[in-house]
Structures are given as C-alpha cells and as structure tokens.
C-alpha cells in the first residue's frame, strides 16, 4: 500500500501546475495570451500562445477558441502549465541517414519515435539523436529545443524526413515548403474501398474543439487542406493508397481519409478499430500504415533537385503479405464477419 501511496504522489509531482486565475476590472477586454503573459511570469507571449493552440487553457467551462480572444471583468481562467523543455540534449539513439552533405541531411525516421520535445516529451526524440550525431552543425532557426527541424513527421509515421544543417539551408528549405515546392509521397493502407481509383480531397484541417489531440475536418481555425491520391492495389477490406499532400497541415493525411470515411489502418485517434482481419486471424498492428516513401525538393545551395525514396519497413511489408494471401484465397473470411 505504501509503495502505491509512493507513486501515485510521484505521479502527482509530475503532473504539470494547474494557474486558475480571475480576471479584474483592469484586464477586461485583455487578449488571452496577453493576459495570462502578465500573469505568468518566465513565460513568453509564444509559449503561452502554444499552450492555447494545444487546448491547454479554458475561459470559463469552455476550451479557448483562440489566443486573441478578449477575457472578460470576473472571468475565470485556467491553465494547465505543461511547458516546453527549453533545449534538447545528445543522446545515442539509432540514426538512419538516407543522404547527408554539408547543408542538409534526410533521414528515414522510424514508427514510434517523436520528432522533437513538447509538453510530456522529455527525450528519445529525433531531435536527440540528431544533436548526438551532428552536434552543432544543425540549423537554429527553429530554436534550441527543434535544432534542424524544417518539417515533422507524426510520431507514429514512418518515412523520410528533411533536415537542415544551417541557417541558410533552414530558410531556402522552409521557403520551398511554404511555396509547395516540395513533393512528398505516403504509401497508406486505408479501411474499405477507396473510390474512385485517383482522386483529390479538399476540405479544410482545423482543430477539434473537443478533443486537443485530434484535428478535424472543418474544425477550428480551419486552414485549406489538399490531399492528392492513387489507388495501388486493392484488398479485401482495404485499399493500398499512394497520397501527396498538397499542403502540410497538422494530420492531413489522416483526416482527410478518416473524413472519407475510410481511416488509416492502425488510427484508432481517427476511428480505426485496434484489431484488423489479416492472414485469416485479427492482428494489432501496432502503428499506423503510414510510411513518408518519397521525398522531392531542390538544393538550397546547388538548385539540383533532389530526389530520394524509402521501402515499407518490415512490419507493414508483412502487413500487406498477410493481405496477398487472404487475397489468394477463395474464402478469406467468415462469412458472417464485416469488413469496413
């Protein structure tokens, strides 16, 4: 009883501070973030504009919409203070480099690892494991907790991802990523069938007001979303899709098929069950199917394009194997089952 006495007060001591404040007659009228920047002190106006977008802070008994919302004489705040850590550190984790020069490396991240540190996430980042293998020779602009980090991958995503080594390769980079400039290609494996065989979605990717993990289709803030797709092969139950996403928004890809419809194998954040029928038995798969296989942009100091590719790993390989031969055979299923 004691020892779980002891973690649960351990639990508690790592649990981020709960600020409850209440607005005065001097701060109506007060953006959020400006108000709760005067009355956290250490905390800076993009932190605190952070812990808004992360749904982390409510008006009232209502999540905050946004930070130039204006707080109200008597209104109650609360914030749930889960800062940042303010820089990454080295640390010897496995690193696979698919090309690396003097301005910018491209690395192909596994599933399972967090791109940087954020609120929860203190280390076994790609962020440590790249300040081991490059030390300084990593870009700035993006600060000292995000060091070379021009674009992210989900946690869960596997594929490649674009680093840069110096300031000037950062920019050049984040400027062909703002233009769309650069190509970048998944391959999927999405629930259903998938119609037609080549397509584009174009619906707007904003945040779900009701839960601070998850985007949504039309949600708030909303910002255009547009997500080009090929069908590859198609399965009992599932469609192998090859998706190029347009612009770069939060999820994209896993909302635009969930909003389909048709969420991405593994998703269960975006409704796809945890069990999927493969090789005549229900398999966890443990990760989303979701692989970043190819990536397209240009040198940001030669101008050559650039042009590199990633095979499936192992375990989606296998996936799809189980699925061939579910395919190969006359009675894959139970009859009575249901494939979504």
């Not at 790592?14 to 209440?22: D, G, M, S, V």
């Not at 070379?148 to 110096?166: C, E, F, P, Q, Y």
Request: a positive charge.
């Amino acid at each position: 009883m004691g020892n779980v006495l002891g973690s649960l007060r351990l639990d508690l001591m790592n649990q981020p501070p709960l600020i409850e404040l209440t607005a005065s007659s001097e701060d109506g009228g007060l953006r959020l973030d400006l108000f709760l920047a005067r009355r956290m002190p250490g905390w800076t106006r993009s932190q605190i504009q952070r812990l808004i977008r992360s749904g982390l802070v409510s008006v009232g008994c209502a999540r905050a919409r946004k930070a130039g919302q204006l707080v109200s004489n008597g209104e109650r705040v609360t914030a749930i203070a889960a800062r940042e850590p303010s820089r990454a550190e080295p640390e010897a984790l496995p690193l696979s480099l698919a090309y690396e020069d003097q301005d910018l490396a491209v690395v192909d991240k596994p599933a399972g690892m967090t791109v940087h540190l954020g609120a929860g996430v203190r280390s076994g980042t790609l962020v440590n494991a790249l300040l081991h293998h490059f030390g300084k020779a990593l870009s700035g602009v993006g600060g000292e907790a995000r060091p070379g980090i021009v674009h992210r991958l989900d946690k869960m995503t596997s594929g490649l991802i674009l680093i840069a080594k110096n300031d000037f390769a950062h920019r050049a980079l984040a400027t062909q990523f703002k233009q769309r400039e650069v190509q970048k290609t998944y391959h999927l494996l999405a629930h259903g069938r998938v119609e037609p065989d080549t397509g584009e979605i174009c619906v707007p990717v904003g945040r779900d007001p009701r839960h601070r993990l998850r985007m949504k289709a039309g949600g708030l803030r909303a910002r255009e979303a547009i997500t080009q797709y090929r069908v590859l092969t198609r399965y009992p139950g599932f469609t192998w899709v090859a998706a190029h996403p347009r612009t770069g928004r939060t999820h994209q890809l896993r909302v635009h098929f969930a909003w389909l419809g048709h969420p991405v194998v593994g998703d269960t954040l975006y409704g796809a069950p945890r069990l999927a029928w493969a090789g005549g038995r229900e398999v966890a798969l443990g990760r989303t199917f979701l692989h970043a296989t190819a990536l397209q942009f240009r040198h940001p100091s030669t101008g050559q394009q650039m042009r590199f590719t990633s095979p499936l790993p192992d375990e989606l390989r296998n996936f799809l194997m189980l699925l061939s031969n579910d395919f190969n055979q006359k009675d894959y299923l139970p009859k009575e089952r249901k494939i979504i």
